[in-house]
Antibody, heavy 117, light 111 residues
Framework: QVQLQESGPGLVKASQTLSLTCTVS??????????WSWIRQPAGKGPEWIGR???????NYNPSLKSRLTISVDTSKNQFSLKLSSVTAADTAVYYC?????????WGQGTLVTVSS | QSALTQPASVSASPGQSITISCTGT?????????VSWYQHHPGKAPKLMIS???NRPSGVSSRFSGSKSGNTASLTISGLQAEDEAEYFC???????????FGGGTKLTVL
């Protein structure tokens, strides 16, 4: 059964770049059947879709984040990554990675990222 | 304010049934059958309970069911059990550039 685990700094300074990695276990990321997503959830709010990447490298980004966002995949490490630049306090949230097919997702446990001033 | 609207909370006693609504628009829920429901216990990975409006993945209890009418999707849980107490949120494909919308989540309390 596939499992996903987010990793990265839990504290990022404002204006810097937030970088997270998702490690996939129990299955290969090297599959054209799935896409690989990032979602975040600020405290007390609903989840927000960040974006996704396919094995081909094709990406779809949330328009509200697109100018600051890069999602990439490393098949050799069975990982995919998120980089969000110029962060502010509004980017403080639990960040989740997920595997998607059609319209539904299998999620990781999430990791809290706090943006400090 | 989330893109899809859910009640903030719902509560019921063990053995009873509840229904959680998720309201969107014709650009998302009303226009496509790509509605999913997730169960989220704090500190754990959200778990897919319903996909494509009403499909129940393998391993999910038959007490969970999904439906849709117009721009509103619903999750029904019958025969409530203590372990059902969790947050539930919906998601839908949208024809806008955002592609995926989520609800704000509903906290289910089993009394």
């Amino acid at each position: 059964q596939v499992q996903l685990q987010e990793s990265g700094p839990g504290l990022v300074k404002a204006s810097q770049t937030l970088s997270l990695t998702c490690t996939v276990s129990g299955g290969s990321i090297n599959s054209e059947s799935y896409y690989w997503s990032w979602i975040r959830q600020p405290a007390g709010k609903g989840p927000e879709w960040i974006g996704r990447i396919y094995l081909s490298g094709r990406t779809n980004y949330n328009p509200s984040l697109k100018s600051r966002l890069t999602i990439s995949v490393d098949t050799s490490k069975n990982q995919f990554s998120l980089k969000l630049s110029s962060v502010t306090a509004a980017d403080t949230a639990v960040y989740y990675c997920a595997r998607g097919i059609a319209g539904h997702l299998i999620w990781g446990q999430g990791t809290l990222v706090t943006v400090s001033s | 304010q989330s893109a899809l609207t859910q009640p903030a909370s719902v509560s019921a006693s063990p053995g009873q049934s509840i229904t959680i609504s998720c309201t969107g628009t014709s650009s998302d829920i009303g226009g496509y059958n790509y509605v999913s429901w997730y169960q989220h216990h704090p500190g754990k990975a959200p778990k897919l309970m319903i996909s494509d409006v009403s499909n129940r993945p393998s391993g999910v209890s038959s007490r969970f069911s999904g439906s849709k009418s117009g721009n509103t999707a619903s999750l029904t849980i019958s025969g409530l059990q203590a372990e059902d107490e969790a947050e539930y949120f919906c998601s839908s494909y949208t024809s806008t550039d955002t592609l995926v919308l989520f609800g704000g989540g509903t906290k289910l309390t089993v009394l």
